[in-house]
């Protein structure tokens, strides 16, 4: 896809201690940090409004 469309990706990940990390996706252990999502949200949000022009 990238080779037809410009595009980047970014990783959002549990990290790798604590109660909600070290377990892999796929693992029947592994347990999303909800907390997560409102951090990517806002990146993404802070994403769109600096590559808008400005008024």
Known sequence: M???VASCYIL???GTK???GSVALHLP???FNDE???VSVKFWVELV???LPSE
Do not use: F, P, T
């Open 49 to 51: 409004r600096d590559q």
């Open 29 to 31: 252990h592994y347990d």
């Open 12 to 14: 959002v990940v549990n």
């Open 36 to 38: 997560l999502l409102m």
């Open 2 to 4: 990238q080779r037809e």
């Open 18 to 20: 604590g109660e909600k």
